[in-house]
């Protein structure tokens, strides 16, 4: 005998709480002052307005300074930058453009072979010279990370013959605002598959695939449920019974038995990504072969910050 068998499968889409704590901190640079100034006469270009950054992704923000020397540095200034936030998940490098290499990430008053204005050779800055040194500013975000503050930024030049002599030729205390991330079920908030009129012999080549499309604005950590709405196979996890005795339904997800119930940490590309689920049936162990109708249904919760 042939069975009509039918199953439904509904989506839920769970957002997590948008409480959204905006604090915008100012706060002072642990980094130890020069004890005597007046080294260099620096004007710096650079953001200063609100950067709007989405997690899991890298801001670049140009910086150009142009110096001239006041006191002699016989054997050149070493180029550095300090760094500081209150936000988790922050990070920041800095690229010497001209020099296509990376700023350590050092003291000012303490010296080193990487000197301005591109990172090469020290060599004599006299008197009157002038320079620039262009730089970019990469603020990178986990992408777990949320909120809003502010990131200090102070870039410096140490006299490599006396380190008593150093001068900030950039500083900036960057508000960011980490963008909170929006997803939605591009596949819609219902999935039905008909199995249609089959055997228990055809239940080997009856899987159903659910690719479950989300769409996100940026790459985010998620849980997501799967709650049947039959009761469980006890014993046999991924396994849901139907409303016909002897029937039951195997759930995969990369080949791997979904636990109900149970949240699973997933994570959401940005822009399209998918869930593959896989819905088998099966024919309970001694049963006879079953005939009827029947209908199950499952709700996928996907909750993300």
């Not at 270009?45 to 016989?74: N, Q, W, Y």
């Not at 200090?152 to 980490?178: C, H, M, W």
């Amino acid at each position: 005998m042939r069975n009509p068998s039918t199953k439904k499968a509904s989506l839920n889409w769970v957002k997590g709480g948008l409480l959204l704590l905006c604090l915008l901190f100012n706060f002072a640079s642990q980094k130890a002052f020069s004890a005597t100034a007046g080294s260099l006469s620096c004007s710096a270009s650079g953001a200063s307005a609100v950067i709007d950054i989405e997690p899991g992704t890298t801001h670049k923000m140009p910086v150009s300074v142009s110096c001239t020397v006041l006191r002699d540095f016989p054997t050149g200034g070493s180029l550095g930058f300090e760094t500081g936030t209150q936000l988790n998940g922050i990070s920041v490098k800095i690229l010497n453009v001209g020099g296509s290499s990376w700023v350590p990430q050092v003291s000012n008053g303490s010296s080193s072979t990487y000197c301005v204005p591109n990172g090469g050779l020290c060599t004599t800055l006299k008197k009157g010279t002038n320079f620039r040194v262009n730089l970019e500013v990469q603020i990178t975000v986990a992408a777990n990370a949320t909120g809003m503050g502010s990131v200090l930024i102070a870039v410096g030049v140490t006299n490599r013959s006396d380190e008593r002599y150093a001068e900030d030729i950039f500083t900036k205390t960057q508000p960011i605002r980490v963008l909170t991330p929006t997803c939605y079920i591009s596949t819609g908030p219902v999935s039905f598959h008909d199995f249609g009129s089959i055997t228990t012999l055809d239940f080997e080549e009856s899987p159903f695939f659910a690719n479950i499309q989300t769409k996100c604005s940026a790459a985010v950590s998620a849980s997501m449920i799967l709650v049947p709405g039959q009761a469980a196979v006890a014993g046999s996890p991924g396994y849901s019974s139907t409303d016909l005795e002897g029937v039951s339904i195997l759930v995969t997800r990369d080949n791997r038995h979904v636990e109900f119930n149970i949240a699973q940490d997933i994570q959401l590309r940005k822009g399209t990504d998918k869930i593959p689920l896989a819905f088998k049936l099966q024919k309970n162990i001694g049963a006879d072969n079953p005939a009827g109708n029947f209908n199950a249904t499952f709700t996928l919760s996907i909750t993300y910050p």
